[in-house]
């Protein structure tokens, strides 16, 4: 997808606080540290439209962005952070779960995973989670240039039998090399409802 324009729109908590519901939202789910502030920069051609930190857990808002007035990309809260505050972990899980069962214009959720580590109970409860409401789940794994051919390949077996899915319904990604960039558009492109 040629990129025009990528912006931020706002930041919320709360439904009431939500943009309107008027273009079609692709989220992006992932633990603290998978990078997904990088996966959506790459995406969108820009260096530092999602803020990037080393500091897992510092996304603790719901975060929304035009891209090209056609689609929203909503930044979901890193899930899965030990040094988090307990309070602030325990609002995380309804913040999502509000969002993500209740937004009409909701079209998929981008589960981000980092590729050299095994996926935990988080992951699958938010996949089952996502399948029970039938909301389309893309599952990408990220920093793949941080392992060697071999390793990749093993992990990438390895994660898809974790999660009982085919491994080429994993997507391969680096923001590094931008690989996995335009598969991913294109399996966003594909979700129903998304008109690109």
Known sequence: ???????FIKSATKTAE??????????????????????????????????????????QLINFFDINGQLVFVDLPGYGYAKVPVSVRKRWGPMIETYLSGRKTLRGVVVIMDIRRTPKQEELNLLGWLNHYAIAAIVVLTKTDKLSKSKSAQQHRSIARALKIDPKDLILFSAKSRRGRDTLWRSILSLPGIDG
């Not at 998978?34 to 857990?57: A, Q, Y």
Request: proline share 8%; no cysteine.
């Open 18 to 59: 939500y943009p309107p519901a008027q273009l079609p939202e692709i989220a992006f789910a992932g633990r603290s540290n998978v990078g997904k502030s990088s996966l959506i920069n790459t995406l969108v051609n820009r260096k530092r439209l999602v803020k990037t930190s080393s500091t897992p857990g510092r996304t």
């Open 1 to 7: 997808m040629l990129i025009k324009s990528a912006e």
